[in-house]
């Protein structure tokens, strides 16, 4: 069965640095891309970029581009979203997913979800 | 910058059928843009109900169905059950690379 695990809830600084963590399995981790979706508190669902494994290309939103990095280490079938410098804003929960990039594309299955607070 | 439409809320009575839609600020959704859609119950992630318009993801109830219904896509929901009280999010893709979400659609089953 295909599981993707998320790394555990965060609670840091405006102006710290974050990685929060995705882990698959049950699959090929390195065949198919991983996504990242944002949900701030009380609103919907935001497409922030996704990442090949299998070759690090990544793709991001024009609207995430820039304000935080996507990565994955293929050897621990894992994807990262990183941010540098958090802002009060970035506080939200985070969802990845595996996405399949054919005809379009979709996401499933999902991970649980990080639930990111960004507070002073 | 073309926005994804969604209705902001819905409700259906028990037993009823519903049918939700995607649509663009300008222009009109097709195959072409390859809509996948999701659910989401308060405090849990989300869940795949289909994709490339009508292909239904694994485990879905055959209640729900989806299409294309003239310029826009479409989640129906025929006899509509309590668990079906929901968020809806649809999905289109812009062509290189990029992916939109919708605002989603509250469904309330009363």
């Known amino acids: 069965e295909v599981h993707l695990v998320q790394s555990g809830a965060e609670v840091k600084k405006p102006g710290e640095s974050l990685k929060i963590s995705c882990k698959g399995s049950?699959?090929?981790?390195?065949?198919?891309?991983i996504g990242w979706v944002r949900q701030m508190p009380g609103k919907g669902l935001e497409w922030m970029g996704i990442?090949?494994?299998?070759?690090?290309?990544?793709r991001y939103s024009p609207s995430f581009k820039g304000q935080v990095t996507i990565s994955a280490d293929k050897s621990i079938n894992t994807a990262y979203l990183q941010w540098s410098s958090l802002k009060a804003s970035d506080t939200a929960m985070y969802y990845c997913?595996?996405?399949?990039?054919?005809?379009?594309?979709?996401?499933?299955?999902w991970g649980q979800g990080t639930l990111v607070t960004a507070s002073s | 910058q073309t926005v994804v439409t969604q209705e902001p809320s819905f409700s259906v009575s028990p037993g009823g059928t519903v049918t939700l839609t995607c649509g663009l600020s300008?222009?009109?959704?097709?195959?072409?843009?390859?809509p996948s859609w999701y659910q989401q119950t308060p405090g849990q992630a989300p869940r795949t109900l289909f994709y490339?318009?009508?292909t239904r993801s694994s485990g879905v109830p055959d209640r729900f169905s989806a299409s294309i219904l003239g310029n826009k896509a479409a989640l129906t929901i025929t006899g509509a059950q309590a668990d079906d009280d929901s968020d809806y999010y649809c999905?289109?893709?812009?062509?290189?690379?990029?992916?939109?979400f919708g605002g989603g659609t509250r469904l309330t089953v009363l």
């Open positions: 997913a595996r996405f399949k990039w054919e005809k379009g594309g979709w996401f499933d299955p």
């Open positions: 049950g699959y090929s981790f390195t065949s198919y891309w």
């Open positions: 990442i090949y494994p299998g070759d690090s290309d990544t």
């Open positions: 300008s222009g009109s959704v097709s195959t072409s843009y390859y």
């Open positions: 490339s318009t009508n």
């Open positions: 999905v289109l893709y812009m062509g290189s690379g990029i992916w939109v």
